[in-house]
T-cell receptor, first 114, second 110 residues
Framework: DSGVTQTPKHLITATGQRVTLRCSPR?????VYWYQQSLDQGLQFLIQ???????AKGNILERFSAQQFPDLHSELNLSSLELGDSALYFC?????????????FGSGTRLTVV | SQQGEEDPQALSIQEGENATMNCSYK?????LQWYRQNSGRGLVHLIL?????REKHSGRLRVTLDTSKKSSSLLITASRAADTASYFC??????????FGEGTQLTVNP
């Protein structure tokens, strides 16, 4: 157990639907990062939050949004889902806002869009 | 691309042999990190080497960094079947995000 908790572990949903992925960072970590991993795109950075505020944005689609709550857990919302959104979605956390230390990753949410 | 690029893409060796994976990048870096991912699982941080360091060890892992050549290598000595995984190098690109390469798939045959 890495200390980063992601739920659910698996999610199967239909095209056009909306889902919410949840992440609880390791205790004491203020920064949360979301990554998407697919076979053809590799690990793609989506978005980072630090202590409740958006810090950096990557290749995140407009259909996707995220937030970090006062208790530091984060949610990634994916809407109008398409087949191509099927992927592993990882959350990672770190103490600070800059990666001078390693990230701690959760075990991921496997999203299948049918 | 600013991300690290690993070489080779795939590596198959026998248990007990050493495995070497290489990473090249294009930008100046603050640090370079190596991660391992078992199939379908989360990434595990292995080691971080700062730009002013040339070599770092952790157990059976040895990482080198050559900032003049913009390259790093990860050596796993006396490999075991349990080392079978994908290995990624990661660098800081713009801002504070870590950018990962495509990874090297290592297979250690018993």
């Amino acid at each position: 157990d890495s200390g980063v908790t992601q739920t659910p572990k698996h999610l199967i949903t239909a095209t056009g639907q909306r889902v919410t992925l949840r992440c609880s960072p390791r205790s004491g970590d203020l920064s949360v990062y979301w990554y998407q991993q697919s076979l053809d795109q590799g690990l793609q950075f989506l978005i980072q939050y630090y202590n409740g505020e958006e810090r950096a944005k990557g290749n995140i689609l407009e259909r996707f949004s995220a937030q970090q709550f006062p208790d530091l857990h984060s949610e990634l919302n994916l809407s109008s889902l398409e087949l191509g959104d099927s992927a592993l979605y990882f959350c990672a956390s770190s103490v600070w806002g800059v990666p001078n230390y390693g990230y701690t990753f959760g075990s991921g949410t496997r999203l299948t869009v049918v | 691309s600013q991300q690290g690029e690993e070489d080779p893409q795939a590596l198959s060796i026998q248990e007990g042999e050493n495995a070497t994976m290489n990473c090249s990048y294009k930008t100046s870096i603050n640090n370079l990190q190596w991660y391992r991912q078992n199939s379908g699982r989360g990434l595990v941080h292995l080691i971080l080497i700062r730009s002013n360091e040339r070599e770092k060890h952790s157990g059976r892992l040895r990482v080198t960094l050559d900032t003049s050549k913009k390259s790093s290598s990860l050596l796993i000595t006396a490999s075991r079947a349990a080392d079978t995984a994908s290995y990624f190098c990661a660098i800081i690109s713009s801002g504070s995000r870590l950018t990962f390469g495509e990874g090297t798939q290592l297979t250690v045959n018993p």
